[in-house]
């Protein structure tokens, strides 16, 4: 499913952030990401939505380049991942509705269908009856589980969380991880990256460790 | 805690696998994209319409603006349209005044009004007696009380002759002009049509210089349409980002703005129809009694349908390339890769 090649990533400013990557994620297998903070988890996800460009080496997802995918290329690239961010990016002017709705329409499905696929997607995430509140009126928890409904709902069959549960209490961070765990069960394959050791370790899958800007164990 | 047991126990339920095969074959023909693809436009051009609404103050400015470079260029085009008909008319309405000796009386001018009536070249003669000329002078010049005081009336007796129908040019008037000359009781003759050729290297001139004042206009339009293009993607820049993350196309990023531009085009030609419209409609009498002094066959023209679909259509494509145009510019430097 995703294949990392001796990938290393070289910023301007910073120098080598990742130094010669290899590892297999395969098909509806899950996997965390850690390391300390600044060792180079989120240049690591970025790579894999093609936000940042590998310097040396290949990244394979379904067969397919990463590291050479071509600017106009690009947008179908990532319809074929979910996202999840710490900060949830979502559009706070948007009905959560909306917001969960916008990967469907950029991928042009018909009103009809962008109705039932978020429907199903917000039912998945426990979020049903909240289609037409804003994102500022829901908690933390809520508005992350937006985040989710918006990554799954055109069905990627892999996602990518970068520190998921980074702004929220153990208690909720567990059941956001849980979450994706039933996501795996499903067949997607799952890569969350965290610096959250102990959550990590209640959970008992794969990890992947990064020490400054190398895979030390996974 | 009652709800998070639920949550888990939802997410456990397994039907996605049967959904994944229902979502394959009712997102998969033709029908279906051409549907999402007409809905995704109706939803673009209605939800840039809201943007536009929900900032009332900057968009009423926009449109405003908009509309008097619209309304200014449009207005100077049906000057010309109006203008054109005019000079082509005015080449035929040159007319001679033959101004008679002093001591020409009334009806002496009568009889040699009806011998000048007799030759082909001419097509009318309108005698102006001793009376009706210091009457006129008085009522045009002011200098009536001058001219009382005089105590006689200096003034001559004056045919004007409108020459035949078919002859237009100035060299043409010649000939007549000289046979008039020859006249016995005929003091001079002038020709009026150093006027006309005023009036039509005027109209020239504005007919000339109408493509460089319209292209100017359309700059600026295009300058103003713009910008307000350019503030709508400045503050829907976190919107871009995020739309791009999700694997939008640069045209579906575009599209929204797209629309903008044709809403601010579409609804200010529009507007700038409605103006220069009412402004004619106001000025129209005035304008059609000063025409009518020159012959009075002339109408005023407003603007033809086909007027004003160009002019629609025009203010239109000016929005659409004006936002393009930014788009181009803009949307490299939001972009998260
Ligand atoms: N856009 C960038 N330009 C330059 N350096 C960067 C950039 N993004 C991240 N870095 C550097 O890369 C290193 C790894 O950052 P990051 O991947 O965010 O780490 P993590 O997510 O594990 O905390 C940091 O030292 C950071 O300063
Ligand atoms: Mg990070």
Redesign the interface.
């Known amino acids: 499913m995703l294949k990392f090649e001796r990938v290393s990533k070289r910023y301007h400013e910073t120098g080598e952030v990742l130094t010669d990557i290899s590892f297999q994620l395969k098909a509806g297998e899950i996997a965390f990401l850690t390391g300390h903070s600044g060792a180079g988890k989120s240049t690591l996800l970025k790579l894999i939505?093609?936000?940042?460009?590998c310097s040396q080496g290949d990244i394979w997802l379904d067969g397919e380049n990463l590291c050479q995918a071509k600017?106009?290329q690009?947008?179908?690239?990532?319809?074929k991942m979910g996202?999840i961010y710490q900060d949830y990016?979502l559009?706070q002017d948007r009905t959560i509705f909306d917001n969960v709705a916008?990967?469907l329409?950029?991928?042009?499905?018909?009103?009809q269908?962008v109705l039932r696929?978020v429907r199903?997607a917000l039912?998945?995430?426990?979020l049903t009856g909240k289609e037409k509140k804003y994102p500022y009126a829901l908690s933390g928890g809520e508005q992350q589980r937006v985040g989710i409904a918006?990554a799954i709902v055109n069905?990627p069959p892999i996602i990518i969380a970068d520190e998921p549960t980074g702004n929220l209490d153990p208690?909720l961070a567990l059941?956001i991880m849980?979450?994706f765990v039933?996501f795996q069960?499903?067949?997607v394959t799952v890569l969350i990256a965290t610096h959250d050791i102990s959550l990590i370790d209640k959970m008992n899958h794969r990890v992947l460790k990064l020490s400054q800007g190398r895979l030390v164990s996974g | 805690m009652k709800r998070r047991r639920q949550t888990r126990e939802i997410n456990y339920v397994p039907p996605v696998k049967q959904e994944i095969r229902q979502t394959k074959r009712a997102g998969g023909d033709f029908i279906d994209k051409l549907l999402a693809y007409r809905d995704a436009h109706v939803f673009a051009l209605f939800f840039s319409l809201g943007r536009l609404l929900r900032s009332p103050f900057n968009t009423l400015m926009t449109l405003a603006v908009l509309t008097v470079a619209i309304a200014i260029a449009a207005g100077f085009q049906l000057l010309v349209i109006n203008l054109q008909p005019l000079s082509g008319s005015l080449e035929t309405s040159a007319q001679l005044s033959v101004f008679l000796k002093n001591h020409i009386s009334d009806a002496d001018a009568k009889k040699l009004a009806e011998t000048i009536r007799q030759n082909p070249d001419v097509s009318d003669v309108t005698v102006i007696g001793k009376d009706q000329a210091l009457a006129d002078f008085k009522s045009y010049s002011g200098f009536g009380d001058a001219i009382e005081a005089l105590g006689t009336n200096p003034l001559p007796v004056v045919i004007t002759v409108l020459p035949a129908d078919n002859i237009k040019k100035q060299a043409q008037l010649e000939p007549l002009q000289h046979a008039l000359q020859q006249l016995d009781s005929v003091d001079a003759v002038q020709v009026d049509t150093l006027w006309v050729e005023r009036l039509q290297s005027i109209i020239a001139l504005i007919e000339k210089s109408l493509g460089t004042v319209n292209a100017l206009l359309a700059v600026a339009a295009l300058f103003i349409a713009g910008n307000t293009i350019r503030q709508e993607l400045h503050s829907r820049r976190q919107e871009v980002i995020i739309a791009k993350l999700i694997g939008a196309t640069n045209g579906f990023i575009q599209r929204p703005f797209l629309y903008a531009g044709l809403w601010l085009g579409f609804v200010s030609g529009v507007l700038a129809w409605f103006v220069v419209t009412v402004l004619m409609l106001l000025l129209w009498h005035s304008i059609e009694s000063v025409l009518r002094l020159y012959g009075g066959s002339f109408h005023l023209l407003f603007f033809s349908v086909a007027d004003t679909l160009k002019l629609i259509g025009l203010s239109t494509t000016l929005g659409v390339l004006a936002s393009w145009a930014v788009l181009q510019y803009q949307l490299r430097y939001a972009v998260p890769e």
């Open positions: 939505g093609v936000m940042e460009r600017q106009r690009l947008p179908f690239i990532r319809r996202f990016k559009l916008l990967p329409i950029i991928a042009g499905f018909s009103y269908e696929k199903a039912e998945k995430v426990s918006r069905r208690d059941e849980n979450l039933s069960q499903l067949g």
